[in-house]
């Protein structure tokens, strides 16, 4: 039994021995198995390194509100930060290393904790919308390397902090808002390598320090307001190889830095004489100071830079108007890989060297317009077969221009515009199939437009106006369809009919002003681009085509002085863009519609078309008679149409004794409705709240101006008010009333009524109701007060130049169109008023006169008053000395006041003293230094053009470039209408234009202007 009992125990033994190894396996297992779920659990979980690199990643993203790419959705906790969009890390430790957002539309701001991101060596945030300060807290990251910033909208001082980040060798925050000096602490970043500190708003000097850094191979400083001379100590920075610092305020730039390559200081006031020194930079490729006050000449061994490939001196004051002037493009023939020479627009006299045919045979853009250069140009010229930029504009270049033109094959824009050549057009200029621009206006060309410019299928503008060319159109050229710009013909002897052919893509078409004739052809409806339509000064005859109605872009449209008849079609009313439409003096008949362009007297003209009837009271024309039947004619005309006139003179008998002799009550003057015929002294009370002084406007020699909204008829009026305490007042309100009484022009202030009654104290009471200027008055934008709304308003050239039109219009017709010439006699910025669109009109009678004996010689058209009449500053000098009223007078105030509109200075400156006048100021300008006379606030205009960062200092030369071009624009514009300024204040009145003469220049003037610009924007120099 016991031995049977053992065994049992040893069986269940092993039986509980087994089952504890099995259950320690199981539970082991268990252990195991949750110790690998936690293991994998573990790995699955982002680990995020350094949390101080992550917490400002966040803080970063929070601060951004403008993400349209939506890359911040990238930014969240399902992936490790490193892998962020735009963040790269070192791969052992985690860090961030690099923060590259650039160009990816981002806004917002930078926060502090950005200086959390230490290990950081790298920082590109360009071409986005980031605002507000530079954090200083940059300044901790003691490894940068590269911070670029730029194309943003920082603004604040640049943070001195950053001179911490002694590792910087790259550093760029062009294109920003900031301001201020460059901080003197960053001398210490002796490493820096690139510098752009381009297009902010920093002042101060350059600092000389910058001259200890000697890694410094770029400094570009362009497009800011640095003042003073170039260090000399920058001489020391032998591997400078960029220097950009075009569009300062510097007056210095001679030092030797011999392994300079491109320097560019255009747009400054640099100016004395080129330094001989320059030629010791051996490496120079670009060297481009365009458009400062350069004089003298270019050094003549200046060849010797024979790596230069650029060299652009426009718009300067070199050469000395003689012969010999351009000897130094003989030593040019030694830079054998110039691209770009550039001397328009400076004084270089003398004839064109034969030694411009030595020139590179890689020339692509030669300029030398805006000179005094005579003489013909040379046979040689042709060797230069890469060019595709030849301005030779505005000089005295004279005799036939030379067949071998033709041999450029890759020319793009050709600028003859402006000189006297004489003869054909050649006919080889249809070899020029590069051809975009062809500016060949103002020449003595004659014979007819050659054929073979219909070869050019690129040509896109073509002007050949101003010349004296006859014969028919070409239907080749009519017809290209490159050309999308504009085509002017005008002031010619073109004979013929219209093409049919005319091109379907012009924006702009004019054949003014010349003798073409027959009927307009129906196919102009096909012009869908088509803007501007100048047909005026022909002999066309016939209907305006019907479908012309397709023209949905149409802006201007000018047909006057031709034979044109029939009815003038309702389509014209329909055309929305349409803005300026003149039909005058043509054979229109029938009813005038009344809708669209139509309503607006100011925008329509239609004088000389004695057949037409209806339209709005303003136009002044009859009214539209029902057809009668013959047998009824001649009793209608005999018992209606001469009761009618008898009444309508009789009326204004009586309107003209009641001005002179009664007290009336108010009198429309241009309109019917009866809330202008209504209108009283309790109307014009209530109106301007008791005549209350916050709404007063101005005040003038004879009252006060306020102004008043009629709430009853939902009006706003300007009312004068005559102080009939003042001698005189009265008298300026009868010539007032009569001046206005019938004259209708759109810059005219046009009077509403008038008021002769009795104030609320029995005392009279006259006054005048105009319309309502919502831009005030010029006066107020050329000298605005500290408290005046526009005090941080300035109007612009092409402002200004219209404000100029506006006025000499409203004089010619003064002068010229009204049954009795009218003399305005008080002509100043003040009685100048603009309208919501700035449309001027000339107000304020109360000195006008009319001329009854006028006669032939404009000199001697005087009135019955020799009495002194004006303001100071813009009488002219015959009336000081007892001499009569007279048109030439008005001609005097209007050219000082055209001189004050473009010099920003009144004729009664302080500066005027001792004998000098604003007249004498200009002339000694003309006009060579037009720019250093020009009201300040004009040199502010800029057109922004786009910008690759990729070549930022390449492109910083095209940007230079474009501004030269958009200078020598402007500078032609000013000196031709300060030169229109100059003859109309002339102390002799025989020797000032006439005001007809002086619209027709303007206008000239301005669609020159407009031409250019828009050629530009096609086709940059």
Aim: with cysteine; glycine share 8%.
């Amino acid at each position: 039994m016991s031995g049977k009992k053992r065994k049992t125990d040893i069986m269940d033994h092993s039986y509980f021995y087994c089952r504890w190894v099995l259950s320690m396996f199981f539970q082991c297992g268990i252990i195991l198995f949750c110790m690998n779920v936690h293991m994998e659990t573990a790995s699955s979980a982002p680990s995020y390194g350094n949390e101080s690199d992550h917490l400002a990643l966040l803080d970063l993203k929070n601060k951004i509100i403008q993400d349209p790419l939506g890359i911040m959705n990238s930014w969240n906790d399902s992936i490790h930060f490193c892998n962020w969009v735009g963040i790269t890390c070192n791969p052992s430790s985690q860090r961030v290393l690099v923060l590259n957002l650039r160009a990816l539309r981002l806004g917002g701001s930078i926060p502090p904790s950005i200086g959390n991101l230490t290990y950081l060596t790298e920082i590109h945030l360009q071409n986005n919308s980031f605002h507000g300060e530079i954090p200083q807290e940059m300044g901790h990251l003691l490894q940068l390397q590269r911070l670029n910033l730029s194309y943003n909208s920082f603004v604040g001082k640049i943070p001195t902090n950053i001179t911490h980040c002694k590792e910087l060798r790259y550093f760029n925050i062009s294109d920003n808002k900031l301001a201020g000096p460059i901080p003197v602490q960053f001398s210490s970043l002796s490493k820096l390598v690139g510098l752009d500190l381009s297009k902010n708003n920093l002042t101060g000097s350059i600092p000389a320090w910058i001259g200890n850094f000697t890694s410094l191979y770029s400094l570009l400083l362009r497009q800011n307001n640095f003042q003073g001379s170039i260090p000399e100590d920058l001489g020391h920075l032998t591997s400078l190889g960029r220097f950009i610092l075009a569009e300062n305020n510097l007056s210095d730039i001679g030092f030797t830095l011999p392994n300079l390559q491109i320097y560019a200081g255009g747009v400054n006031r640099f100016n004395g004489p080129i330094p001989i020194s320059l030629t010791n930079c051996s490496q120079l490729q670009k060297l481009d100071f365009a458009q400062n006050y350069l004089s003298g000449t270019l050094p003549e061994n200046i060849g010797s830079l024979n790596n230069l490939n650029r060299l652009n001196f426009d718009n300067n004051l070199l050469g000395n108007r003689k012969s010999g002037d351009l000897n130094f493009l003989s030593s040019l023939a030694n830079c054998t890989v110039m691209e770009v020479l550039g001397l328009a627009y400076n004084n270089f006299g003398g004839e064109l060297p034969r030694s411009i045919a030595n020139l590179s045979s890689h020339m692509s853009r030669l300029t030398i317009g805006g000179n005094i250069l005579h003489g013909s140009i040379p046979n040689g010229i042709g060797n230069l077969v890469d060019l595709t930029i030849l301005g030779l504009e505005t000089n005295r270049l004279g005799g036939t221009v030379p067949e071998v033109i033709g041999k450029f094959h890759k020319l793009q824009g050709l600028y003859l515009r402006g000189n006297m050549f004489s003869g054909s057009i050649p006919f080889s200029l249809g070899n020029l199939t590069s051809l975009s621009v062809l500016f060949l206006e103002e020449n003595k060309f004659e014979g007819s437009i050659p054929h073979s410019l219909g070869n050019c299928t690129y040509l896109m503008t073509l002007n050949l106006s101003c010349n004296s060319l006859s014969g028919n159109i070409p239907r080749e050229v009519i017809g290209l369809s490159s050309l999308t710009i504009s085509l002017s013909l005008s002031q010619n002897s073109l004979r013929g009919s219209l093409p049919s052919e005319v091109g379907v893509n012009l924006e702009e078409l004019d054949l003014s002003e010349n003798k073409l004739s027959g009927q307009l052809p129906s196919n102009l409806g096909k012009c869908l681009s088509l803007e501007r339509l100048h047909l005026e000064g022909n002999e066309f005859e016939g209907a305006i085509p019907q479908t012309l109605e397709s023209l949905r872009g149409l802006e201007e449209m000018d047909v006057s002085r031709n034979n044109l008849s029939g009815l003038i079609p309702k389509f014209l009313g329909e055309l929305s863009t349409l803005k300026f439409l003149n039909l005058s003096y043509n054979n229109f008949e029938g009813e005038l519609p009344s809708q669209g362009i139509f309503s607006n007297a100011t925008a329509v003209s239609v004088l000389g078309n004695d057949k037409l009837c209806g339209g709005i009271p303003k136009l002044l024309l009859p009214p539209c008679l029902k057809e009668k039947s013959n047998s009824t004619r001649k009793i209608f005309s005999r018992k209606v149409v001469i009761p009618v006139t008898c009444a309508a003179i009789l009326l204004a008998i009586i309107l003209c004794f009641l001005v002179g002799f009664s007290k009336w009550r108010p009198v429309t003057k241009s309109s019917t409705e009866d809330w202008q015929a209504s209108m009283s002294y309790s109307d014009l009370f209530q109106s301007t709240d008791g005549f209350s002084e916050n709404n007063l406007i101005g005040s003038g020699s004879f009252g006060s101006v306020y102004k008043g909204v009629l709430s009853r008829y939902n009006k706003i009026v300007a009312i004068k008010v005559l102080n009939l305490q003042l001698q005189g007042a009265s008298r300026s309100f009868l010539d007032e009333c009569n001046a206005l009484r019938s004259i209708r022009h759109r810059n005219l202030l046009k009077i509403i009524t008038a008021c002769s009654s009795i104030d609320h104290q029995g005392n009279d009471f006259k006054s005048l109701v105009f319309e309502f200027m919502a831009n005030g008055s010029l006066e107020q934008w050329l000298h605005p007060r500290d408290n005046d709304e526009h005090l941080n308003k300035r109007l612009s050239l092409i402002q200004r130049l219209n404000i100029a039109i506006d006025v000499a219009s409203a004089l010619g017709y003064l002068h010229h169109d009204c049954e009795t010439p009218i003399v305005h006699c008080d002509l100043k910025p003040s009685n100048v008023l603009l309208d919501e669109d700035m449309v001027s009109h000339v107000g304020d009678f109360g000195l006008a006169k009319l001329l009854f004996e006028a006669s032939d010689n404009p000199s001697k058209s005087q009135t019955m008053s020799a009495s002194l009449r004006g303001s100071i500053g813009y009488i002219p000098p015959e009336y000081g000395m007892g001499g009569q009223v007279s048109i030439l007078g008005d001609i005097y105030s209007y050219g000082i006041l055209l001189l004050e509109m473009f010099t920003g200075k009144r004729p009664t400156d302080d500066m005027f003293k001792d004998g000098l006048s604003i007249h004498q100021f200009v002339a000694m300008a003309l006009p060579n230094h037009v720019m250093d006379i020009v009201d300040p606030s004009l040199l502010l205009e800029d057109d922004d053009g786009e910008e690759n960062e990729n070549d930022i200092e390449e492109l910083a030369i095209i940007e230079v470039d474009r501004q030269v071009n958009a200078g020598r624009r402007a500078n032609d514009c000013l000196v031709s209408v300060m030169q229109i300024g100059v003859m109309c204040s002339k102390f002799l009145p025989g020797e000032r234009m006439l005001m007809n003469a002086v619209v027709n220049k303007m206008q000239a003037i301005r669609e020159s202007y407009l031409k250019c610009k828009k050629s530009e924007n096609m086709n940059r120099f």
